[in-house]
């Protein structure tokens, strides 16, 4: 999951998230995304979204597997901008993005206009995204990059030292993160924030279901190819939750205001058609604290 030492490159699966953001879907896009990008991979996003412009129908022209990807991550991204925008309507003012990658809402979203952002992520994936993101302001009042670990920080400490207010509303934002972790760091994680998390907080997580791997039962083991396939991109997958295991994680964090949602829900939130989606089994969890 780490980079080689001193690589500034974004982790593979942060890219391409926001080259699928990049891309866009369906009237959806980040129009920051591809200025984030390794070269390589913004020039594709640049062929891709010609294609889809052109043709005005995305996923004709485009192949399955990058349709599906630009149209998971992009709906992914609104249904989650529309809850930062609601969030801070109702007077949150500090958001944190835990496993930050190439996110760009710091720098997307007016809303954001009153709001400190702390990004957390490792710190090579964060040099890089600094230096690529050059002068470019932020619509967020302030950002800042907190260097972390999930796996070994002290995240309760981490946060006060970042300048987490523990009192105030939080959003926290842990998208397409949690399945890379391990079990006891998802939950450690998970206690840190509820024990800074005052009334009105909100928490937005996805989170990998174990259908995503097409197992019965239980669902931790792996195809062994599905497997192989992520371990090949050095971020292995590690944690797969049901719904019953989310709620159980949270209700034992003191979280009783659940609301989980997948791929079709998003889509129908948003008005839009969905395509099929293999990778329909990242869901999303939305936490309040009262
Ligand atoms: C799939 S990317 C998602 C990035 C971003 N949230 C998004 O939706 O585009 C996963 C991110 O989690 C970060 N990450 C993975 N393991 C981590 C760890 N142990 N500590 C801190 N960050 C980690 C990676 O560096 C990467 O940026």
């Known amino acids: 999951m780490t980079p080689p030492s001193g690589s500034s490159r974004p ?15 369906a009237g959806h896009r980040d129009d920051l995304a591809e200025q984030l990008l390794p070269w390589r991979d ?11 412009d052109g043709a005005g129908r995305q996923g004709r022209f485009l192949r399955p597997t990058t349709a599906v990807l630009a149209a998971h991550t992009t709906l992914r991204m609104a249904v989650i901008d529309d809850l ?36 957390l992520d490792l710190p ?10 050059g002068g470019t302001p932020a619509r967020a009042e302030e950002v800042r990059f907190v260097p972390v670990d999930f796996h070994t ?24 993160v949690t399945m890379y972790l391990d079990e006891p760091s998802v939950r450690a994680t998970l206690e840190a924030l509820a024990g800074r998390s005052a009334a009105g907080s909100r928490l937005a997580m996805t989170f990998a279901v174990p ?19 992520f371990d090949l991109l050095g971020e292995p997958l590690r944690t797969l939750m049901t719904a019953a ?10 979280v009783e205001d ?32 009262h």
């Open 258 to 289: 659940l609301v989980l949602s997948d791929f079709a829900a998003w889509a129908a939130t948003l008005g839009v058609d969905p395509p099929r989606n293999p990778l329909a089994a990242e869901h999303l969890a939305v936490a309040t604290w």
């Open 124 to 133: 090579e994936i964060q040099s890089g995204k600094q230096l690529r993101l």
């Open 245 to 254: 295991d989310v709620r159980m994680l949270l209700r034992d964090v003191g």
């Open 42 to 52: 913004a020039a594709l996003a640049r062929r891709l979204r010609y294609r889809v």
């Open 211 to 229: 259908a995503l791997l097409g197992d019965s039962g239980p669902g931790r083991i792996l195809s062994p190819g599905a497997r192989a396939a």
């Open 84 to 119: 930062v925008r609601d969030a801070v309507a109702d007077g949150a003012d500090q958001v944190v993005v835990l496993g930050a990658g190439l996110d760009t809402r710091a720098w997307r979203l007016p809303e954001l206009a009153t709001t400190r952002v702390l990004e």
């Open 11 to 25: 982790s593979r699966t942060a890219r391409a998230a926001a080259l699928g953001r990049a891309v866009g879907y």
């Open 153 to 176: 920080a002290d995240l309760d400490r981490v946060l006060a030292d970042a300048g987490h207010q523990a009192h105030e509303p939080t959003i926290w934002l842990w998208e397409g």
